[in-house]
């Protein structure tokens, strides 16, 4: 039997890497099209590759139709993880915009000018948890179907709705989207970065493995015809379910050291952040059998993974008296964001993480911090059933062509604000809504009083008198 092709972009990345790795024990079966960008790291990469058989290489760029055109010809299936992801796509909106909703975009069109207008292609999308911005308890059970929320300044966010949106609508006879989850990988000094405090302690996570995730993309080349024509969320199932502070305190435990000694909780966000425990990510591993790995599988390898200085110094380091002050003055202090905001007095910042100064002000210690686990009921009630008229009033509209039947056809709707748009029910139904409505700027405060369901992801931790209007939040100059 003639091997089959499989175009895979963002092969750099770390969902696109552990689906390339796994690719490559399939070359009985398959042959694989990576499409890269020439840079120099990317060069020296994937060198090895470049003379592999059953490998082929187009260095490109998603943002160039003509590239992403070369990269789909010939292929009968397109697996898409790749994504300009935060923190970089919040100082960089325009790059964001062109990489993951601008390459979207050039791969539906690249597989519409294939032979039967695509006919005869899968693709596979890949979309975002950040999408639904923060779903702190007890709102932190997540389903498709659940209103967007992406939090103040996230661009990552926002090109992927648009990405994604531009996918479900395509027209294009198979595609699927899965919205990713936060990927553990085990090197846990890659995640050092500001935007490690920007995360409440609070915020559930129900995270993946590179390895798992990867494992599942590929997967879904086998799936039979119903898996297309839908919208997934991807995680790595109930064993995988921590809190961040979980997390955070499991990891520096390994090392002999007390994270609550480390970072006082104020160092941290209260909201504005994303991640959330999944409702339904059994329904995408009923198919791709993906969820293999658990939390504590996950420790091991880090362990396993960490420099020898960290393991053993680190575990004998934890006795020694005032290292805890030393890592947190020396280390750990420059990277928290929201104490910098604070002494200089970044108000918009202070607004969208906190609500306000004296809300930082009252945070208090790790001492009252709630450390329960977080139950697994849902909250949210988005309407499922087939009245679009109902569905519209969930959010605050109107259906202006209610009578049409077919949820895969395009019909008219009017926002809470009355923009008019098309988009097919099957569309509204994943979570998306008003493309004018969707940041920037971001507005949630309008836009809560006037759409009920966007209100109940809003409310559980803003007040009503709140009213923050902002185009960005981190990159003024652009
Ligand atoms: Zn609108």
């Known amino acids: 039997m003639a091997k089959e092709r499989v175009l895979l972009t963002g092969a750099s990345g770390s969902m696109g890497g552990a689906a390339f790795k796994e690719l490559r024990t399939r070359k009985d079966k398959y042959h694989t099209v990576l499409i890269l960008r020439p840079s120099k790291v990317n060069k020296k990469n994937f060198k090895e590759y470049e003379n592999e058989e059953g490998v082929v290489i187009v260095w490109g760029d998603l943002t160039k139709f003509e590239d992403v055109k070369k990269a789909v010809t010939g292929c009968d299936y397109v697996l898409h993880p790749a994504a300009f992801i935060a923190p970089e796509a919040d100082a960089h909106p325009q790059v964001a915009k062109a990489v993951n909703t601008g390459g979207a975009i050039n791969l539906v069109n690249a597989i519409k000018e294939q032979p039967n207008g695509g006919d005869n292609i899968r693709f596979v999308n890949i979309g975002t948890v950040a999408e639904y911005g923060d779903r702190l308890p ?13 939090s103040v300044g996230d661009f990552y966010a926002t090109t992927k709705i648009a990405g994604e949106r531009a996918v479900i609508e395509s027209g294009l006879k198979w595609w699927a989207s899965m919205r990713q989850t936060f990927i553990c990988i085990p090197n846990l000094m890659s995640l050092m970065d500001p935007i490690a405090f920007h995360q409440p302690p609070r915020t559930c996570i129900e995270f993946i493995t590179a390895e798992d995730t990867g494992f599942g993309l590929v997967e879904t080349m086998k799936c039979p015809d119903d898996f297309y024509g839908r919208v997934y969320n991807i995680g790595g199932g109930p064993a995988c379910r921590v809190t961040y502070f979980d997390f955070l305190e499991r990891t520096f435990r390994l090392f002999g050291l007390d994270a609550e000694k480390i970072m006082p909780r104020n160092w941290f966000g209260i909201r504005n952040f994303h991640c959330n425990w999944w409702a339904d990510s059994d329904v995408l591993n009923n198919y791709t059998h993906h969820q293999r790995h658990s939390f504590e599988d996950y420790m091991k390898v880090v362990e396993k993974n960490a420099s020898p200085f ?22 750990m202090k420059r990277y928290a964001d929201p104490l910098h905001w604070i002494q200089k007095n970044e108000v918009e910042k202070i607004k969208a993480f906190f609500g306000s100064r004296e809300a930082w002000e009252n945070i208090g210690s790790w001492k009252d911090y709630d450390h329960s686990k977080p139950g697994t009921e849902r909250v949210i009630k988005p309407y499922e059933g087939n009245d679009w008229n109902e ?7 109107q259906c202006l062509k209610p009578d049409s039947k077919d949820p895969t056809v395009k019909t008219k709707w009017k926002c809470g604000f009355g923009h008019e748009f098309e988009a097919t029910p099957r569309l509204v139904r994943t979570g998306h809504w ?5 940041p920037p700027a971001w507005h949630w405060d309008e836009i809560a009083k006037v759409d009920p369901l966007f209100a109940s992801v809003w409310y559980p931790n803003h007040s009503k008198d709140e009213n923050q209007v902002v185009d960005w939040l981190y990159c003024p100059n652009e």
Request: with cysteine; aromatic share 4%.
């Open 138 to 150: 007890p709102i932190h059970m997540v389903k498709v179907g659940d209103p967007f929320k992406p």
């Open 310 to 331: 960290l393991r053993y110094g680190g575990k004998l380091g934890g006795k020694i008296p005032g290292v805890h002050s030393l890592v947190r003055e020396l280390v």
């Open 391 to 397: 569905l519209a009033k969930s959010r605050g509209g």
């Open 434 to 438: 008003c493309p004018q409505c969707t």
